[in-house]
């Protein structure tokens, strides 16, 4: 029942895509591979938007936005949560409010010791960045198509500063917009700017949004709550584990970012062949070695190190960088220890989570990059 149930509200944006949506009431469904990840129901009019977002990374929350203007600028937000056991029907808590006083903007927010308050510069034309949320793109757009020029800089608030997006026109039905950090996304939009459809899929998010007519909120966050409740959560997009592995006197530690299939063509599909991958997620994938290691002709001092990698269909190759502490998005080829070319093979089963192995050979040791029913490998010797 459950997987009908959302399996008619993403053909129902499905539908909503090709025929514009001029309704003020309408929602969106945001799919990470083929997992619902949020989904969103809102009402807009010319002094006041309201929104009701279920979100289900790590495990579900409600939120409620309510957004009213001034002289068709933004006047003030409130963001209220709810509790899932009890749905949007039940007692919400406010956990923060932005007030616009004149050129300033009040930003109060739910702490430990209650609310705390803080007054930074307004900036016209802003509106709020909420991480995996996507209405404030909307209205965002809604403002783009009316703007004579065919880019526009974004003020979005993060939460801590403000930050640039630029929106780019397309064409009458398409625009791009820069995410500070994780790259384009494409979109498409009716005629008013409505996003009809967003992919995200050459960002580090690889997010799909598509709108809906209709969303019935409730019975959305009642299901979700109830997969969380019966240990079906969605979970973190990216998992962070740390493996430690010993043998032939050597320990070897290696932490990185785990992202999941869901479903999703991996190498070849969002991770390219041929392009330079930051091997996993989030921050740059670390390996240490309490020994020295020889892989092919490159000798590796004991010590911690980066790994970057270039997948090709027949292998491609393994970077160990010098750099370390950074973000996978940040790399330096000048810090480059050096390159190995890597081997690949396939195996029967689907491995869900991106996973990194240290695993013992006759001769040394093999680093296994596993993910799908692919496997990348480099053979060590300990010196």
């Known amino acids: 029942m459950k ?23 309408a929602g969106f469904i945001t799919l990470l591979g083929n997992d619902t990840l949020a989904v969103e129901s809102f009402t807009k009019s010319n002094d006041l938007f309201s929104a009701k977002v279920v979100l289900r990374s790590p495990s579900i929350s409600l939120r409620k936005y309510d957004l009213t203007y001034a002289n068709g600028d ?46 930074v510069a307004f900036e016209k034309g802003m509106l709020p960045f909420i991480d995996m949320v996507h209405w404030p793109y909307d209205l965002a757009f809604n403002n783009a198509v009316k703007n004579p020029n065919d880019s526009i800089n974004q003020r979005l608030w ?33 005629t008013n700017g409505d996003i009809q459809l967003l992919d995200a899929g050459l960002t580090t998010r690889k997010l799909k949004v598509r709108r809906a007519k209709n969303v019935d909120i409730n019975k ?9 409740k019966n240990g079906k959560k969605f979970g973190e997009l990216s998992g962070a584990p740390e493996g430690h592995f ?8 290696v932490s990185y970012g785990s992202p999941q299939k869901r479903g999703r063509e991996i190498f070849g599909g969002i991770v390219p062949w041929g392009q330079l991958w930051r091997t996993g997620a989030n921050r740059a994938t670390h390996f240490k070695t309490s020994k020295d290691l020889k892989i092919g002709d490159l000798d590796i001092p004991a010590g911690e190190y980066t790994f970057f990698t270039i997948p090709e269909p027949n292998g491609g190759t393994l970077i160990i960088n010098k750099q370390t502490g950074q973000n996978g998005q940040s790399y330096n080829e000048e810090r480059d220890l050096g390159r190995v070319p890597m081997k690949i093979s396939k195996q029967n089963e689907i491995t869900e989570p991106f996973t990194i192995k240290v695993v013992e050979s006759d001769k040394g040791g093999v680093i ?16």
Not at 76 to 96: C, H, I, K, R, S
Not at 223 to 228: I, L
């Open 74 to 119: 933004f006047s003030t937000l409130e963001v209220t949560d709810y509790d899932p056991a009890q749905g949007f029907n039940g007692a919400g808590t406010l956990v923060q409010r932005m007030t616009r006083q004149q050129d300033s903007l009040v930003v109060e927010s739910e702490g430990r010791d209650g609310m705390t308050s803080r007054t």
């Open 246 to 253: 010993e043998f032939k006197g050597a320990e070897f530690d």
């Open 368 to 383: 296994q990059l596993i993910w799908d029913q692919t496997i990348f490998s480099v053979d060590f010797t300990v010196q």
């Open 158 to 190: 993060t939460g801590r500063s403000f930050s640039t997006f630029v929106i780019a026109k397309e064409g009458s039905d398409s625009l791009t917009i820069r995410h500070p950090s994780r790259g384009v996304m494409g979109v498409d939009i009716d």
């Open 220 to 228: 959305v966050a009642a299901s979700f709550a109830e997969d969380d």
């Open 3 to 25: 997987k009908l149930l959302f399996a008619l509200l993403i053909a129902a944006a499905v539908v909503s895509c090709k025929s514009p949506n001029t309704s003020n009431e």
